[in-house]
């Protein structure tokens, strides 16, 4: 009877931490290589030093409490998840239709992208960013720029003609903003193109946490995963006394 008790706890943990696991694996993803238009950059920047670029893959493959563990990265880059200066925030484009993704914060929206120039506009400025990315790489450390195309800061931050500033407003939030610390998190927006009509989407939310997870939406807590463990124990508990009285 000891054994038998002692095999049904032991298979019950092991189907728990298998259920904990497989939830976990579901949630983390791994960066993209070689950006492609299509792919959404993910840019940090502390205002000096060097900027971190990361390839997030395509829109359409986002799921909610998806996240990517980009803590070493950003400590390669000189950049702690936590640091009270750091600034962030997603953005991309797609052309079937012409849409712009991009973070935002607050009551802040997104600049509606009224005629096919302004989108292919921004397109270059976004696709200038990426330009660090081509290749079989999926992050790069860039060194920062006062302003123009060639860093995150200068680009979302500095601004000036063909940066994303210049064309899509701040993508970023306030230094701080969006980290686990802060009450608040980044919105993530579509913007189509239209004549007089552009809509803007929300879609979901981009947050850095402070281990250095960036992630999108919501994210299983580990009281969650727990629950799936616990169910995993009671339903072999179930099945193990409900063989008993069947024998």
Excluded: C
């Amino acid at each position: 009877m000891k054994n038998r008790l002692k095999n049904t706890a032991k298979g019950a943990a092991i189907v728990g931490l298998a259920l904990a696991s497989v939830v976990s694996a579901q949630a983390q993803q791994v960066l993209v290589n070689s950006y492609a238009q299509g792919d959404l950059i993910a840019g940090f920047t502390t205002g000096s030093g060097n900027d971190l670029l990361v390839n997030l893959g395509p829109e359409s493959w986002l799921v909610d409490g998806h996240y990517w563990d980009i803590a070493s990265l950003l400590s390669s880059a000189g950049i702690s998840a936590t640091d009270p200066n750091l600034q962030f925030g997603v953005v991309g484009d797609s052309t079937g239709p012409q849409t712009v993704f991009s973070t935002h914060t607050g009551a802040i929206l997104p600049n509606k992208i009224n005629s096919i120039s302004v989108f292919n506009t921004a397109n270059t400025a976004i696709g200038g960013l990426g330009s660090a990315l081509l290749g079989n790489v999926s992050s790069a450390i860039v060194p920062e720029t006062a302003t123009g195309q060639s860093s995150w800061y200068g680009s979302t931050v500095g601004g000036g003609t063909g940066t994303i500033f210049a064309n899509l407003g701040s993508v970023n939030g306030a230094p701080g903003e969006g980290q686990a610390d802060q009450s608040s998190a980044l919105d993530f927006y579509a913007t189509t193109v239209g004549t007089g009509s552009s809509t803007r989407t929300f879609l979901d939310t981009f947050t850095l946490q402070d281990n250095g997870a960036l992630v999108y939406g919501t994210i299983p807590e580990p009281a969650t995963n727990a629950m799936f463990a616990v169910a995993g124990l009671l339903a072999f508990a179930f099945r193990n006394k409900f063989s008993r009285k069947q024998a």
